[in-house]
């Protein structure tokens, strides 16, 4: 089914606002949104944040919303979904649109796994109805969902469509540029190349850590030193943080991405107050969600270097080309933390980039042996 077509169904639903966080088994539907004009589109900073932006949405107009995501993000929506639109608070209605990742029997990476298994268990658990579509659903059908999702937010509930693998066809690939000039994997490359020997490092989910990997296991044929976050979107700088207290005689860096950062930005204030000298905070910022198709984060006039400045960090730096690089030598070696670089990159990225061979466990074994 074209994006565009359940885009103008859910129009005629009398919806008029979408938020949400892109997610690449919607990338098509994604993509669609971006050129679809019949509504108000909002990318927000995460999946619970659009549930509170259909609250009030809601309030102000009487119009549910809809709200799209990643079956990962379900997480971040349980919260105000429980305790603020359920029935029995203040029923406040609203269309969920859901990518399936990890659906059982469907090989997918480590982190999609147990989500995948519990997702629908967790709308049945949030007394959310909810329809499964795939790419054989035709269009009858998925009006068919939809006139039952109605009934569902007519009577101040929510309503759930559980999104498989390929059900949506493109429309029109939707493509933009952020004028930036460094490119991120080159970055990463450099920035290992930096690395002091004996510090290590926790990178965030997405292509930043798949990057990072290869270009660890090109440079010194291991990636040991690297947690990857492979789930757990916007909590890196977190785990690097409680690495960097257990060892306060080793540099600990947080390779972060700005969709990421925004995800959980109270992280940036608590990082400050505790004050980690061994901290180091590095976000590449492409103003994008560029792993999942480069959906703009809707963010992207935050000045992340001075936010960090402003949240207390000891020494924050924007960073836009190759000179600049060169000066995060000094952040990586002699300068007291914690310090932030914000590098500006473009949305770059190799099609055929791999994605960790070992297992999940593997990967943790040998990064605690490489920091013991
Ligand atoms: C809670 C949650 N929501 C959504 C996703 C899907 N997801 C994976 S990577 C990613 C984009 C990350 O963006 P950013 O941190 O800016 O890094 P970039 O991909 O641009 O390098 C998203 C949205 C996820 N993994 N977890």
């Given at each position: 089914m074209k994006a565009f077509e359940l885009l103008r169904q859910i129009e005629e639903m009398g919806i008029e606002v979408i938020a949400?966080?892109?997610?690449?088994?919607?990338?098509?539907?994604?993509?669609?949104?971006?050129?679809?004009?019949?509504?108000?589109?909002?990318?927000t900073a995460n999946e619970g944040a659009a549930v509170g932006l259909a609250v009030g949405t809601y309030l102000a107009?009487?119009?549910?919303?809809?709200?799209?995501?990643q079956n990962s993000g379900i997480g971040n929506a349980v919260n105000p979904l429980a305790s603020l639109a359920n029935g029995d608070v203040y029923g406040i209605p609203m269309l969920f649109i859901v990518g399936w990742r990890?659906?059982?029997?469907?090989?997918?990476?480590p982190q999609h796994v147990f989500q995948g298994k519990i997702t629908c268990k967790l709308f049945e658990t949030m007394e959310v109805p909810y329809a499964v579509v795939d790419a054989a659903t035709t269009e009858a059908e998925m009006l068919a969902v939809l006139k039952e999702a109605k009934t569902h937010l007519d009577a101040n509930r929510q309503f759930a469509m559980i999104v498989k693998k390929g059900t949506f066809e493109a429309d029109k690939k939707f493509t933009w540029k952020n004028g930036n000039v460094l490119v991120r994997e080159q970055v990463l490359g450099r920035l290992l190349e930096m690395v002091p020997k004996e510090a290590c490092i926790v990178s965030t989910t997405g292509k930043i850590s798949r990057e990072l990997y290869e270009q660890s296991n090109r440079l010194f044929g291991n990636h040991d030193s690297i947690f990857m976050t492979v789930g757990g979107m916007g909590h890196a700088s977190m785990i690097a943080f409680g690495?960097?207290?257990?060892?306060?005689?080793?540099?600990?860096?947080?390779?972060?991405g700005d969709g990421a950062v925004l995800m959980h930005m109270g992280a940036l204030a608590f990082i400050a107050?505790?004050?980690?000298?061994?901290?180091?905070?590095?976000?590449l910022n492409n103003q994008a969600h560029e792993s999942v198709g480069a959906m703009p984060t809707d963010c992207g006039k935050t000045d992340f270097a001075?936010?960090?400045?402003?949240?207390?960090?000891?020494y924050a730096e924007r960073i836009t080309d190759e000179a600049g690089l060169a000066r995060i030598q000094e952040g990586l070696s002699d300068r007291k933390g914690p310090v932030f670089y914000e590098i500006m990159v473009s949305l770059d990225s190799r099609a055929d980039l791999s994605r960790p061979k070992e297992t999940a466990k593997e990967n943790r074994d040998g990064f605690m042996g490489a920091i013991k």
């Open positions: 949400g966080v892109p997610d690449s088994t919607l990338k098509q539907f994604c993509d669609g949104l971006q050129l679809y004009e019949g509504f108000r589109h909002y990318v107009s009487g119009k549910p919303a809809c709200i799209y995501m990890g659906e059982p029997g469907v090989k997918d990476e690495i960097a207290q257990e060892k306060p005689e080793k540099k600990v860096i947080c390779i972060d107050s505790h004050a980690p000298e061994n901290y180091v905070h590095i976000v001075a936010l960090a400045r402003a949240a207390g960090y000891a």
